[in-house]
Structures are given as C-alpha cells and as structure tokens.
C-alpha cells in the first residue's frame, strides 16, 4: 500500500496537486485538516473529480461518508479508544464497504489493539521530514500478522529498508510536502515503492 497524508496547513492549489496525484497513480489519500472545518472538507472534496474520492480517507466529520463515496476513515486515538462504545459506526463502515485505520506510536498497542482495522500506521520509523526532533526507531513487525505501514521519514533511499523490517507498505508527507516540486518528488518516491514492493 502507498499512501500519501495531507499536509497539516492548506497549500496554494493543494486540491488540483493531490488530483494531479491521482492522475500520475496514488493508490490512497489521507485527507487530514484537523483544523479546517466542515464546510472547508466538502469544498475540498469538491474540487476533487468524483471518480478519485474512492481512493480518499478523511479523519474528521465522519457524517461525509455518507454524502461522498470516500474509501473510509483513519480513527484519532481518542475515538480508537471508544470504538466499543460506537458499534453502529463500525457496522455503517463495514456495510458501506469503507476502511478503518489509525496511527500508532509503538508495537505493543498495535498488537493489543481489537482487531478491527483494515491497516495500521506505526511511526517515526525514520527520522521525520515535516517534525523537528521526532527520531525515527527502525521499529521491526515482521512477526506481526496485521497490515502495518511505515510512517516517519520515508524516502526513495529507505523503501527498500521498510520492506526489510517487514510493513505491508509506506505513509509518506514531509517528502512530498515539503518541496517545491510535489508532484515531481511524487513519482520519484513512488517509482522506489513499486520497484522495491515490486507492484506492476
């Protein structure tokens, strides 16, 4: 899996980038704005060509899967841990045939977590890219039997070490991001991932 996580802050023309995104072969989109509203997320999603929200996942106003055909939703810690209180939740996402995800910070609650998610992120696997300070831990799930990406400080360089320590695939940000050149770093990074996870 390749996914590809919004920047925190807006940028100029970031709908038309991420549909370009889409264009040149993005398996699946994070949208996550945790400080935009929801009128802000509908204008977004609008600017989006239909035929792309099926690879979209949004992380906020869960009522938007309903009104677009998104792909699913990534869980914040708080609402993972009330997921046993919010079973209707789970059994609208599953009818609707839509994903649950959600980040996680060490292996231990990965493995202890209920087995209700399509895939997990785990970070910083690297030293992050778009988070000073935020050092990467190498961490190792080979024996771990869940979809698992990497997240943190993923580069065209370090792909081929993330399938070594055994993720199912990688989360990428500060690398597309953070360049002048989204689009550009896009396919570099994204030609590494399917040469090295050897997708065709």
């Known amino acids: ?115 209700f998610l399509d895939y997990y992120f785990l970070s910083p696997v690297f030293d992050s890219i778009s988070k000073e300070n935020y050092l990467g831990k190498e961490l190792e799930v080979k024996n771990i039997d869940k979809k698992i990406l990497a997240l943190g400080g993923i580069k065209p360089e370090n792909i081929l070490k993330t399938k070594d320590l055994g993720y199912s695939g990688v989360a990428i940000l500060g690398f597309i991001w953070n360049d002048e050149q989204p689009i550009e770093r896009f396919k570099e990074i994204y030609k590494s991932y399917k040469n090295i996870y050897r997708i065709v």
């Open 1 to 115: 899996m390749f996914v590809v996580i919004a920047p925190e802050k807006h940028i100029c023309s970031e709908s038309e980038i991420v549909t370009k995104l889409f264009e040149a072969g993005l398996e699946i989109f994070h949208l996550r704005k945790p400080n935009m509203s929801k009128m802000f997320l509908e204008h977004y999603l609008q600017k989006i060509p239909e035929q792309f929200h099926k690879r979209i996942v949004i992380d906020s106003f869960p009522e938007l899967l309903e009104k677009y055909d998104l792909k699913g939703f990534h869980l914040k810690d708080k609402q993972r841990e009330m997921i046993c209180d919010i079973n209707d939740f789970k059994a609208n996402i599953s009818k609707r045939k839509q994903t649950l995800s959600s980040s996680f910070h060490n292996i231990e609650d990965i493995i202890n977590c209920e087995d």
